[in-house]
């Protein structure tokens, strides 16, 4: 069974920065050939799971307009490991962040980490 890990979220005052690392542990069969993403979720009603920001098997990447040029991600399959840099953080980029990896073998979420940005 696969397990996703998050880490690095927290609280940040607006114009700051945080790196959230998702970890995958576990019998992983080809993480090279893995689609990795971050998501997250606002808190309120009616909000629903956005993509942020996608990293695929042969590096490609992708960003939600609403965070492209502050947010990064990366990837290290020999760590198992897709990172997220986010920068110039805004309050409106409060949340729950999660991972997801994802191959023809298989689909894994984290259980999130929070993000707040607030002075």
């Known amino acids: 069974q696969v397990q996703l890990a998050e880490s690095g979220g927290g609280l940040v005052p607006p114009g700051g920065s945080l790196r959230l690392s998702c970890v995958a542990s576990g019998i992983i069969l080809r993480i090279n050939s893995m689609d990795m993403d971050w998501y997250r979720q606002a808190p309120g009603p009616g909000k629903g799971r956005e993509l942020v920001?996608?990293?695929?098997?042969?590096?490609?990447?992708n960003y939600a307009d609403s965070v492209k040029g502050r947010f990064t991600i990366s990837r290290d399959n020999a760590k198992n490991t897709v990172y997220l840099q986010m920068n110039s953080l805004k309050p409106e980029d409060t949340a729950v962040y999660y991972c997801?990896?994802?191959?023809?073998?298989?689909?894994?979420w984290g259980q999130g980490t929070q993000v707040t940005v607030s002075s």
């Open positions: 920001a996608r990293i695929t098997s042969d590096l490609r990447t």
């Open positions: 997801n990896f994802r191959n023809g073998l298989g689909n894994y």
